[in-house]
């Protein structure tokens, strides 16, 4: 607690979203509902993807999907997959939300040809046209008859920036 016994974000334990903004006790904690929208509205990806997740905050604005629940608040050191950023002027997706839950998006996804998608896969960055909205993207590749999410891309003045985390990088050859 702060100094006029308003509720602060502890940093060291897991805290479970407030299911809507009435709810909130931590000023600045996304909610629930805001979270679900963020997906919808960014990428078009239904709710009900994220049927049978609880949202969890640890840490400023570092949002938690656990498939399932615990008890709440609780001390541990990871709790399902780090989904989102939330505490920050753009909210930011995590490659693993988007390898996860990224095949259910219908807007702002950018699927890329084998050459290309092997470059994003190795963390570069590129220029490419591309005539959706500027900011994050879905980067995908399509494998096997199907659309499969390769990580978060960051569209910025015809660049297609790589937010592949270093130690995920991939050398490989053409996708």
């Not at 994220?50 to 999907?65: C, D, L, N, P, V």
């Not at 699927?111 to 005539?131: N, Y």
């Amino acid at each position: 607690m702060s100094g006029d016994d308003e509720p602060t974000n502890d940093g060291g334990r897991f805290d479970r979203l407030p299911a809507t903004a009435d709810e909130r006790e931590v000023p600045g904690r996304a909610t629930r509902e805001e979270v679900l929208r963020w997906w919808e509205d960014r990428f078009g990806v239904d709710p009900n993807a994220f049927e049978g997740h609880s949202f969890w905050e640890k840490g400023a604005g570092k949002i938690w999907a656990l498939a399932g629940d615990v008890v709440d608040p609780i001390a541990v050191e990871g709790l399902g997959m780090t989904i989102l950023r939330t505490r920050q002027e753009h909210w930011k997706p995590t490659t693993n939300a988007v390898q996860r839950f990224g095949r259910a998006a219908t807007r702002n996804v950018i699927e890329l040809d084998g050459a290309r998608a092997s470059r994003f896969a190795a963390g570069e960055d590129q220029e490419i046209e591309w005539d959706g909205d500027w900011g994050y993207l879905v980067v995908a590749h399509e494998l096997a008859g199907g659309r499969e999410p390769i990580g978060v891309g960051l569209y910025l003045h015809g660049e297609l920036r790589s937010t592949i985390p270093k130690g995920r990088r991939e050398s490989m050859k053409e996708l």
